[in-house]
């Protein structure tokens, strides 16, 4: 199995067939195509997009329903195609949110969710050309259970 | 940078298979309709630059404070 060396997260084992592979990239970085979806029991509700190609670049992401529990998209044609998953099979996808850190302050990308479809192993991030949600939704801190720091 | 002033209804042309059509004009705001081949990807600037700051920044110390932080402090 491949081992992958990363800046956050140290050494990684994996099966080839956990990456999930953007044809297009993700804006920014069109030359990354394959990431792996990092779930630690750990960080939950966070998880990580950890590219293969580039050890340092890792994106904290949120599920969008994490941040909006009713969260709805539609998803354009061109990104159903780049995800060939296939007709019927949007309610499969995995959405993420992008997080923005920035001193105290976490952003979160609701309005350009990365799409990871689990059983095509495609992942986009899809823009739609119109929409409700904000690309800098605040994402407030939890409150801290009594007996916390 | 190339600077043309063009009235809603006008439009520019780029390469030949790329246009540009101002739509609407407001105070504040101008709506663009764009026509280009599939393969070109027609984005937001600020994708783009949210995906970099997204990117920049995530250590191994960010992590750990931002999961703290969203798990309430556990």
Same mark, same amino acid.
């Given at each position: 199995? +491949? %081992?992958?060396?990363?800046?956050?997260?140290?050494?990684?084992?994996?099966?080839?067939?956990?990456?999930?592979?953007?044809? %297009?990239?993700? +804006?920014?970085?069109?030359?990354?195509?394959?990431?792996?979806?990092?779930?630690?029991?750990?960080?939950?509700?966070?998880?990580?997009?950890?590219?293969?190609?580039?050890?340092?670049?890792?994106?904290?992401?949120?599920?969008?329903?994490?941040?909006?529990?009713?969260?709805?998209?539609?998803?354009?044609?061109?990104?159903?195609?780049?995800?060939?998953?296939?007709?019927?099979?949007?309610?499969?996808?995995?959405?993420?949110? #992008?997080?923005?850190?920035?001193?105290?302050?976490?952003?979160?990308?609701?309005?350009?969710?990365?799409? #990871?479809?689990?059983?095509?192993?495609?992942?986009?991030? =899809?823009?739609?050309?119109?929409?409700?949600?904000?690309?800098?939704? #605040?994402?407030?801190?939890?409150?801290?259970? =009594?007996?916390?720091? | 940078?190339? /600077?043309?002033?063009?009235?809603?209804?006008?439009?520019?042309?780029?390469?030949?298979?790329? /246009?540009?059509?101002?739509?609407?004009?407001?105070?504040?705001?101008?709506?663009?309709?764009?026509?280009?081949?599939?393969?070109?990807?027609?984005?937001?600037?600020?994708?783009?630059?949210?995906?970099?700051?997204?990117?920049?920044? /995530?250590?191994?110390?960010?992590?750990?404070?931002? /999961?703290?932080?969203?798990?309430?402090?556990?």
């Amino acid at each position: 199995m +491949p %081992v992958l060396e990363t800046t956050n997260f140290g050494s990684l084992t994996y099966e080839p067939s956990e990456v999930y592979y953007f044809p %297009v990239g993700i +804006p920014a970085f069109e030359d990354e195509h394959q990431f792996l979806l990092l779930e630690q029991d750990t960080t939950r509700p966070v998880m990580f997009l950890q590219s293969t190609k580039t050890p340092s670049l890792a994106f904290l992401t949120l599920p969008v329903a994490e941040l909006d529990a009713g969260y709805a998209m539609e998803v354009p044609p061109q990104d159903q195609a780049l995800l060939a998953a296939g007709e019927g099979s949007a309610r499969s996808l995995i959405a993420l949110a #992008l997080l923005t850190v920035s001193g105290q302050t976490v952003t979160a990308n609701l309005r350009a969710p990365v799409l #990871l479809s689990p059983g095509s192993r495609r992942g986009v991030q =899809s823009i739609p050309a119109e929409s409700d949600y904000s690309s800098q939704h #605040l994402v407030p801190p939890r409150r801290q259970e =009594s007996g916390g720091r | 940078m190339l /600077v043309i002033r063009r009235r809603a209804g006008e439009s520019i042309e780029i390469g030949g298979s790329i /246009v540009i059509r101002v739509l609407d004009t407001a105070a504040s705001r101008v709506t663009l309709g764009i026509i280009a081949p599939q393969e070109v990807p027609v984005l937001r600037s600020e994708i783009r630059d949210q995906n970099e700051a997204a990117a920049r920044g /995530v250590t191994p110390a960010a992590i750990d404070d931002l /999961v703290r932080r969203l798990r309430g402090g556990k």
